[in-house]
């Protein structure tokens, strides 16, 4: 089991920056490739960012490519999401995700998530 903590989210105005959090306990972090996910009200969960293992290779949804940046420290434990040039479409609940390759996110773990919220 891996359990996940997220944090950091909260109120914001367009403009401005957010950096969220995910602490990770239960198991050997580094062998987790790690994903930040936001699901929008009446929208699906979507894909925001992941990060390998290592932290050797990021991925970005094209809507958040140049504004947020994914990162881990493995010696922490902890995953990152600096979000800066938020816009009120940013405005979600995020979530952090775990997967142990080559399982699926949606076969991993996830934690409770964290509200952002973009005013304009």
């Known amino acids: 089991q891996v359990q996940l903590v997220e944090s950091g989210g909260g109120l914001v105005q367009a403009g401005g920056s957010l950096r969220l959090s995910c602490a990770a306990s239960?198991?050997?972090?580094?062998?987790?490739?790690m994903g930040w996910f936001r699901q929008a009200p009446g929208k699906e969960r979507e894909l925001v960012a992941t990060i390998a293992r290592s932290g050797s290779g990021t991925f970005y949804a094209d809507s958040v490519q140049g504004r947020f940046t994914i990162s881990r420290d493995n010696a922490k434990n902890t995953v990152y999401l600096q979000m800066n040039s938020l816009k009120p479409a940013d405005t979600a609940v995020y979530y952090c995700?775990?997967?142990?390759?080559?399982?699926?996110?949606?076969?991993?773990?996830w934690g409770q998530g964290t509200q952002v919220t973009v005013s304009s």
């Open positions: 239960g198991r050997t972090f580094s062998n987790y490739a």
């Open positions: 995700a775990a997967r142990f390759p080559p399982n699926t996110y949606q076969n991993g773990y």
